[in-house]
């Protein structure tokens, strides 16, 4: 059972549009959750993450938005650049003892055309 | 800055070889994982280790083994490889919070 979902595999966005990036997820002991960018032949690189407490969190092109009652996040840039074109994965985890995993969701592919 | 690196970036291998994979992390960490990443299925968890010889396993552990002799050290075993092993493996290191920190990746074809 797929506990972290990303449903869209791909997305193309113009470079300069905003791009947004879907994740859900079923089980509502996770309070903590990542997104990772990954270019092709390189390891997966964190991006930005969000706790359950807060609701929006923002580093510089790049927000992510937390909806729990929906059990729903949302990665989104803007603007938009050729650069971010790469597979985006949303992680989550709970917290606790042994809590060591992330879930890992199956990516979604950006393209940003020129 | 964190470094994670692995051993090999592309490495072929015949069927029934037993295949080795080196995972170095140079920030102390305490917990170290070893993933698999396959097209339309995402990031696997195959095994982690939260302490020197201590390991436990992931999502699909079969067909593979662990090593975490010093803790800097993590290594997969592919006891008999097999065709469908072929895949990228990430190896990835975490400290007290939550992110972890990835290598850059091992790209292993089983012939």
């Known amino acids: 059972d797929q506990q972290v979902k990303q449903n869209s595999p791909s997305l193309s966005v113009q470079e300069g549009r905003i791009s947004i990036l879907n994740c859900d997820y079923t089980?509502?002991?996770?309070?903590?959750f990542l997104w990772y960018k990954k270019y092709p032949a390189e390891g997966p690189t964190f991006l930005i993450s969000?706790?359950?407490?807060?609701d929006k969190n923002e580093d510089g092109r790049f927000t992510v938005f937390l909806n729990k009652s929906a059990k729903h996040l949302s990665l989104h840039i803007v603007p938009s650049q050729p650069g971010d074109s790469a597979v985006y994965f949303c992680a989550a985890r709970t917290s606790g003892a042994g809590s060591y995993q992330l879930t890992f969701g199956k990516g979604t592919k950006l393209s940003v055309i020129p | 800055d964190v470094k994670v690196t692995q051993s090999s970036r592309y490495l072929v291998k015949r069927t029934g070889e037993k295949v080795f994979l080196e995972c170095v992390q140079d920030?102390?960490?305490?917990?170290m994982f070893w993933y698999r990443q396959d097209p339309g299925l995402g990031l696997r968890l195959i095994y982690f280790?939260?302490?020197?010889?201590?390991?436990e396993k992931g999502d699909i552990p079969e067909g593979y083994s662990v090593s975490r002799e010093k803790k800097e050290r993590f290594s997969l075993i592919l006891e008999s490889a097999s065709t469908n092993q072929t895949s990228m493996y990430l190896c990835?290191?975490?400290?007290?919070?939550?992110?972890?920190?990835f290598g850059p990746g091992t790209r292993l074809t089983v012939t």
């Open positions: 920030m102390d960490h305490e917990n």
């Open positions: 969000i706790s359950s407490i807060k």
């Open positions: 990835a290191s975490r400290d007290s919070l939550y992110e972890q920190y």
């Open positions: 280790s939260y302490d020197v010889k201590m390991k």
């Open positions: 089980n509502s002991m996770f309070d903590y």
